[in-house]
T-cell receptor
Framework: NAGVMQNPRHLVRRRGQEARLRCSPM?????VYWYRQLPEEGLKFMVY????????ESGMPKERFSAEFPKEGPSILRIQQVVRGDSAAYFC????????????FGPGTRLTVT | AQTVTQSQPEMSVQEAETVTLSCTYD???????LFWYKQPPSRQMILVIR??????QNATENRFSVNFQKAAKSFSLKISDSQLGDAAMYFC??????????????FGDGTTLTVKP
């Protein structure tokens, strides 16, 4: 029973490029959450998605960031025109619909913007 | 909005000894969940222990136990018989049980635990 999978594990982008981070939830999980961890800080909530639906995006920056969770395929966190301040670890978690409090985390994607 | 505070950026403990990590939180909600996560150098977030706010009994998982004081909004983690493998960053987290806020977790800034042989 595979856990939450994220890829790539490491991603390097130059300023101005686009970054796409992928998250495949655990089997049977239809809810996905994205968090960002800046150096020396805790995780900060970004967005909560169900299949084809954004439930809560109160933690998403207003510009350049978007997230989707299509009917088929992984959830994608997209960052357009990356800047150095976007360098961080991005974690995805998933849960069953009936137990959003029980979230399982993926290994994270470390984004470095040069 | 909820906040989670971990007042100890760093802690150290001698192997086989006991250490307690502090966490306080602020919320106006009555029903919620509290968690401790361990993050080793691999950066994987590992769930250590979970506490439901409606339960008065403190959660225990092997060498890990919590002291949950709801009125004081305190949620400390006690690690007994510390092992070298316990060295990691530990995060305290709050998660609402309210369906309108469900899913959104609030994390503290973490405590780095060093275990000395």
């Amino acid at each position: 029973n595979a856990g939450v999978m994220q890829n790539p594990r490491h991603l390097v982008r130059r300023r101005g490029q686009e970054a796409r981070l992928r998250c495949s939830p655990m089997k049977g999980h239809s809810h996905v959450y994205w968090y960002r961890q800046l150096p020396e800080e805790g995780l900060k909530f970004m967005v909560y998605l169900q299949k084809e639906n954004i439930i809560d995006e109160s933690g998403m920056p207003k510009e350049r960031f978007s997230a989707e969770f299509p009917k088929e395929g992984p959830s994608i966190l997209r960052i357009q025109q990356v800047v150095r301040g976007d360098s961080a670890a991005y974690f995805c978690a998933s849960s069953r619909p009936e137990s959003s409090y029980e979230q399982y985390f993926g290994p994270g994607t470390r984004l470095t913007v040069t | 909005a909820q906040t989670v505070t971990q007042s100890q950026p760093e802690m150290s403990v001698q192997e086989a000894e006991t250490v307690t990590l502090s966490c306080t939180y602020d919320t106006s909600e009555s029903d919620y969940y509290l968690f401790w996560y361990k993050q080793p150098p691999s950066r994987q977030m590992i769930l250590v222990i979970r506490q439901e706010a409606y339960k008065q009994q403190n959660a225990t998982e092997n060498r890990f136990s919590v002291n949950f004081q709801k009125a004081a909004k305190s949620f400390s983690l006690k690690i007994s018989d510390s092992q070298l493998g316990d060295a990691a960053m530990y995060f305290c987290a709050y998660r609402s049980a309210d369906v309108t806020n469900a899913g959104k977790s609030t994390f503290g800034d973490g405590t780095t635990l060093t275990v000395k042989p």
